[in-house]
């Protein structure tokens, strides 16, 4: 282990205390000027307009060019662009004068551009982040999108480059400022989330072009969001700016080495004297921005896309351009600065704080979803763009939970030749997946296999920290390990184990990654035999369904598989723990399956619904709450928008990867001229209806038994395009549910929000695409509802969704075009699958209906259990019986000695580098969902270890710094002054955590394992 830089002989090394704390504050020396400090001495002058310019680098992780491309400077044919340069001149440039400063947001690139550095380098750096020079903002991985990504895959990122900087630069390396400039629209979930993790501004770049004509007109591009204004309140509110000038210099300003404008030429002996010119554009650009903004600060970003690779040219240039400015600055009262966000952010303050005072907007609770950056073009196609790949990051995100769950419950040790993998690299991958160009799927299409590369690579490590973990919990005393392994192509009934002829008998281990015991889940394998027993942890026999593979699967699996059937059985394992089931042939035939008859309505059912499906178009038809007695008419079923080539009459812009633009307002059906139907299953544990809406789109509707819910599994594709047209194709539901225009969407997988077709709560709406416009993205569910019935539809991915007429909703599913919408891509989102055509996406949709009164709980339940899946793992029997079997092996296993409540959710416990503990207890439930304060103790919580109760510390959801010490900058607004303290909910005195309804609790321990 190195040990270095010591402030004091008497002192502790730093790298060393860093091992042991999870925190360190005001490293270097007494002399700091870091953070708020340097704000105060910057020259600012009253009564000027005081311009502050933040010098920065926008560096995407991965668009254009791939993420070690972006890095190195490769490929440069597609993009000039090499990340390790920019820092590699910025530092010298800095380190020139003490005055310039730099900020820098992606930690996916500085992390590894840290790596690369010696000892010398490595000071200079810390030296000049202590002296306030080069700042971090944000601070996450990377910038993340904000319509695709969920809240959980979200923390992790920002935690994982917020834990590196604390790590790498203590107190001077927390950001201040949340830097969100180029996502192409914003979450008010995201927004709560950088409150919580204790920044005091948010600042993005991109809103809709009339939503900022109208902040521009009544001085709003700065305000106070009500970011959970019904739940968290002043805990989630957050100053947030929109940018002026987007995230680019003023108008002729830009002194890049890559920019047209021009440099500033102040030799006066020089025929292009230009000073007066230069001066000139800054001082008119100046007193024309002051005009929208509440105080005399404002601020210019000097910077943009991979700027900075020649650093000097920007210095030198911005030097000249302060210092002739301010040399007229008493004839036209404007001040240039060198600063960054957070200093702006300071001084905004002071003047929201300063008699008489500034009183800022704090009355949106609304988000900035759809984005339009002109008439025509709204950004929400990318709401569902690349669905394969949204699929695969949140299936990514439920295993890495699972995963660092279990490097805390106890990781297998290996000897000493042998490393022992870690979750580090799939942390990393997912982190990088969450980027506003990744999971967005606003990708070229190199970049998304690189992703996905990226992903499955870490996926393999984690798998065998799963497998490995579990086999050593499974293992008795003198027994060897049972092998477990996984089967990742189960949605199209591939496994080799299990379909193997000579396979007889096999194990099936379920890990639960719940803090609560999992009942009522089905394991569906791929088999080749007829009928098969199965044996539950304590030897009872479990009931079990055969049910042939249907055609879709085969034609799409094609030669990957060869089983002939699934075998279908209920599941159920302790709270984060497993069990494991014995399976084996069997002779009595348990197959399922009836052909319907022509022209009959055919109904399936369980104990809590019923589905009638129309006998002559075999389309669903009503749904039947059977606890209820709720009846739903619904009409379920398949269309596809012509997406637009650009030679619509109104406007030129086409549907890409981006934007999403229909030739009509109307879609089309997908319906062949018989019945959709082509099987009815009738199962003791599911019955399920088979669909085949055209040889491109199918479904299955499966209604499990004790489930309170119907799952549609869709698989659309290969889109056909040889008819010349793109096509975005839809699932819609049309119901009898007066929804009054209004519908409702999730935030990131948290709080709802409700949308009201064509209209805006900030300003009037000039409506110009009446689908796109009133597209929202949906991450985990969407619901219209009336006074009686409420009609959910929940997600295993994020996708774009509406409701475009009373009592309809509909989901966009897959999208093929054959046009590049214009934006940067620079190709059509036309992707291709294993055999060159285009590519077929499976996935599944959640349809529930309730009362709105009953639906919160039972809803937000599911979707826990949709997201954080069981992990299915399984084994040979090696020739044992199950009882033979249970002598040998555990077959039950759980890590808690007590379950929590109903509404906490285990967000995350993972394994610090110092081998101490994070944790988050998260209470899941709105208000308006019957949520209420919740308590948990600690002590005797878990079973494998304690939680040493005098080494709890309760951190800002970031982990990066303890809640007792936030103290956010309180604002001035017009309810009044905002809260500068952090929501608490540790109680040392009683070792309990304490939750208002979605409250996060982020805590740091040490364990004491037990024997």
């Known amino acids: 282990m190195f040990c270095g830089f010591t402030t004091d002989p008497k002192m502790y090394r730093w790298e060393c205390l860093l091992l042991v704390l999870p925190f360190v504050i005001g490293r270097g020396s007494a002399q700091d000027t870091c953070g708020y400090k340097k704000c105060a001495a910057l020259p600012v002058k009253p009564g000027y307009v005081n311009v502050h310019l933040v010098p920065h680098t926008h560096d995407d992780v991965g668009w254009l060019k791939t993420v070690d491309q972006y890095y190195y400077g490769a490929n440069n044919s597609i993009q000039t662009a090499g990340v390790q340069y920019i820092l590699d001149s910025v530092i010298p440039q800095l380190e020139m004068k003490p005055s310039r400063t730099f900020i820098y947001v992606e930690m996916a690139f500085f992390y590894r551009w840290w790596q690369e550095q010696d000892g010398d380098m490595r000071d200079r750096v810390r030296k000049l982040v202590s002296n306030g020079q080069l700042e971090f903002i944000n601070g996450g991985w990377c910038m993340n999108d904000e319509a695709s990504t969920h809240y959980n895959a979200i923390i992790d990122q920002m935690t994982v480059g917020l834990q590196f900087l604390n790590s790498t630069f203590g107190e001077c390396g927390r950001p201040l400022v949340a830097w969100h400039i180029d996502p192409f629209g914003h979450s008010r979930e995201q927004a709560s989330l950088f409150a919580q993790m204790g920044f005091d501004g948010f600042f993005f770049g991109r809103l809709d072009y009339q939503d900022k004509a109208n902040r521009l007109k009544y001085r709003n591009m700065e305000e106070i969001w009500r970011a959970s204004p019904d739940d968290l309140g002043a805990a989630a509110d957050l100053f947030t700016g929109a940018l002026y000038n987007h995230y680019v210099p003023p108008g002729g300003l830009c002194f890049d080495i890559g920019c047209k404008d021009q440099p500033i030429e102040d030799d006066m002996a020089l025929h292009d004297y230009n000073v007066a010119n230069r001066v000139g554009i800054a001082v008119n650009t100046s007193l024309d921005q002051v005009q929208h903004f509440q105080t005399d600060h404002i601020m210019w970003t000097m910077g943009s896309d991979f700027q900075y690779q020649a650093a000097h040219t920007w210095f030198k240039n911005m030097d000249k351009l302060i210092t002739h400015t301010n040399s007229m600055a008493d004839k036209h009262k404007v001040n240039l600065l060198y600063s960054s966000p957070s200093c702006y952010i300071y001084h905004k303050n002071k003047a929201s704080a300063t008699p008489p005072g500034v009183k800022f907007a704090h009355n949106n609770t609304a988000d900035f979803f759809p984005y339009a950056d002109q008439p025509h073009a709204f950004w929400s196609g990318y709401f569902t763009s690349r669905p394969a790949f949204k699929g695969y990051v949140r299936r990514c995100n439920n295993l890495l939970q699972v995963c660092k769950q279990l490097e805390v419950i106890g990781a297998p040790k290996f000897s000493d030749k042998v490393p022992l993998p870690t979750s580090k690299r799939f942390r990393e991958a997912m982190g990088v997946a969450q980027h506003h160009d990744a999971v967005s799927g606003t990708e070229k299409q190199h970049v998304a296999n690189d992703y996905a590369m990226r992903l499955h690579a870490g996926a393999v490590e984690c798998q065998v920290i799963t497998s490995m973990t579990l086999q050593q919990r499974m293992v008795k005393a003198g027994a060897l390990p049972p092998v477990a392994e996984f089967c990742n192509y189960l949605n199209i009934s591939v496994c080799p184990l299990t379909e193997d002829e000579f396979t007889k008998s096999f194990t099936v281990t379920v890990y639960n990654p719940l803090a609560r015991r999992r009942t009522g889940y089905y394991v569906r394998l791929p088999v080749t035999g007829d009928a098969y027993a199965v044996n539950d942890p304590e030897g009872n026999n479990v009931v079990t369904q055969v049910t042939k593979v249907s055609q879709r699967t085969q034609e799409i699996r094609g030669k990957r598989g060869k089983a002939k059937h699934e075998l279908l059985f209920p599941v159920s394992a302790p709270a984060l723990g497993f069990s494991t089931y014995f399976v084996s042939q069997s002779q009595n035939s348990s197959r399922s399956g009836k052909q319907p008859k022509a022209g009959d309505d055919q109904e399936i059912h369980n104990e809590h619904l019923s589905l009638l499906f129309d006998g002559k178009t075999g389309l669903l038809k009503s749904v039947v709450n059977l606890e209820t007695n709720l009846t739903l008419k619904v009409n379920q079923g398949f269309y596809w928008y012509n997406s637009s080539a650009g030679n619509n009459k109104a406007s030129n812009k086409k549907s890409g990867a981006y934007v999403f633009r229909p030739n009509s307002t109307e879609a089309m059906p997908i319906l062949p001229q018989q019945?959709?139907?082509?099987?009815?299953?009738?199962?003791?544990?599911?019955?399920?209806?088979?669909?085949?809406?055209?040889?491109?789109?199918?479904?299955?509707?499966?209604?499990?038994?004790?489930?309170?819910?119907?799952?549609?599994?869709?698989?659309?594709?290969?889109?056909?395009?040889?008819?010349?047209?793109?096509?975005?194709?839809?699932?819609?539901?049309?119901?009898?549910?007066m929804s009054d225009s209004t519908f409702y969407t999730d935030a990131n997988g948290r709080e709802l929000l409700a949308r009201v077709v064509d209209r805006r709560l900030t300003w009037k709406l000039n409506q110009t695409e009446p689908v796109a416009g009133n597209y929202y993205p949906v991450n985990s569910r969407i619901l219209i509802k009336d006074k009686s019935k409420q009609l959910t539809v929940l997600t295993d991915r994020s996708q774009g969704g509406s409701s475009l007429r009373n009592g309809s909703l509909e989901l966009m599913v897959h999208r093929r075009m054959l046009y590049d919408d214009g934006y940067g891509v620079g190709e059509p989102l036309n992707e291709t699958g294993v055999f060159g055509e285009g590519l077929v996406v499976r996935g599944k949709h959640y349809l529930l209906l309730d009362t709105p009164e009953s639906s919160g709980q039972l809803h937000r339940a599911l979707g826990e259990q949709l997201y954080m899946a069981p992990s299915v793992l399984l084994g040979l029997a090696g020739g044992n019986d199950p009882k033979q079997y249970r002598k040998e092996f555990r077959t039950n296993y759980t890590a808690m000695k007590r379950e929590l409540p109903s509404s906490v959710h285990l967000l995350t416990l993972e394994m610090s580098e110092d081998e101490t503990v994070?944790?988050?207890?998260?209470?899941?439930l709105q208000k308006a969902e019957g949520g209420a304060p919740q308590n948990v103790t600690l002590t005797g919580l878990f079973e494998p270890f304690e939680v040493e109760i005098n080494t709890v510390e309760e951190l800002t959801l970031g982990a990066n710094y303890p809640s007792t010490m936030v103290q956010r900058l309180a604002w001035n607004t017009e309810g009044g002054r905002t809260k500068s303290e952090a929501l608490r909910c540790w109680d040392s005195g009683s070792a309990t955590v304490s939750l208002q309804p979605m409250q996060i609790c982020t805590l740091h321990f040490k364990v004491q394992q037990r024997d």
């Open 675 to 737: 019945s959709v139907i082509t099987s009815v299953v009738d199962g003791q544990l599911c019955q399920e209806v088979q669909q085949s809406f055209s040889p491109w789109v199918s479904q299955v509707v499966r209604l499990y038994s004790g489930q309170r819910h119907a799952e549609l599994e869709w698989t659309v594709g290969p889109i056909p395009i040889k008819d010349d047209l793109g096509k975005e194709i839809i699932s819609r539901f049309d119901t009898d549910i």
């Open 918 to 924: 994070l944790m988050r207890l998260e209470n899941q």
